[in-house]
C-alpha cells in the first residue's frame, strides 16, 4: 500500500502557521537538536558560567534567532558582573563528554 500523493502535497505546502524544521544556526535548531547552549562570562576575574534555558531564549528572541556569538552575544550579559564579553559553547545534551 503506497502513500496517497496528499502527504506530498502536504510537503510543499507553505507551513507559516505551523512549528517548521529549524535552521541550522538558530535557537529553535539547538532545542530540536536536543543540545545545550554554555555561556561563560570572559572576564578573567569573573568566569561565571551558565546554562539559559533554551525555550525561554526561544520564547523572547525567537526561534528563528542565531545562537552564534555575534548574533546572541549582545543579547546576553553576564549575571554575576554584569560583563559583556561572553563565550557561548554548544554541547550534546546529555553527554557528559569532559569533567571542568
Ligand atoms: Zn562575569
Known sequence: MGLPLSVFGLMFAP???R???ATPGTIGWLI???MCLTVYCNDLACQHRAEPDLQKLADRLGREHSYLLPKLGPKLKCSACGGKKIVIQVTPN???GYRG
Open 15 to 17: 507551513m507559516s502557521d
Open 19 to 21: 512549528p517548521k524544521a
Open 32 to 34: 530540536d537538536k536536543h
Open 94 to 96: 546529555g553527554t557528559m
